[in-house]
């Protein structure tokens, strides 16, 4: 029953995630220049540490942040600068408590999430 919850929850906020995305993409009129995209995250699960692999069209500042499945946030990096093209970041999760949270980076008005698994 605690899997098939974790599952719906995990599913709704996509879900939210991808709604929120089409909304934004129907409703304001960017340039492709402002996309970044999430190329890979690994290993997942996680032990301590993540590499995220990141795309940018264009440089600017990013905001990285670790959400539980109960929609809380549970870490906030300090915000920092996505530059142009590829780049990859290691986040510290060694602190967080084993669990599945929704990793979540935000530049230029755009959300990208992914789901991570902390063992």
């Not at 974790?6 to 304001?28: H, P």
């Not at 960017?30 to 997942?44: A, E, G, L, M, Q």
């Amino acid at each position: 029953m605690k899997t098939i919850f974790i599952f719906l929850l995990i599913s709704v906020f996509c879900l939210g995630t991808y709604a929120q995305n089409a909304e934004t993409k129907s409703s304001v009129s960017t340039s492709i220049s402002s996309s970044f995209s999430i190329n890979k995250v690994y290993p997942n699960p996680v032990k301590d540490f993540v590499i995220v692999e990141l795309r940018s069209e264009d440089s600017g500042t990013m905001q990285v942040s670790l959400i539980n499945i109960l929609g809380s946030e549970v870490k906030k990096w300090e915000s920092s600068e996505l530059l142009q093209g590829e780049q990859k970041l290691k986040l510290d999760l060694s602190s967080i408590k084993s669990g599945v949270y929704f990793l979540k980076i935000v530049k230029s008005g755009q959300v990208k999430t992914q789901v991570i698994k902390k063992n």
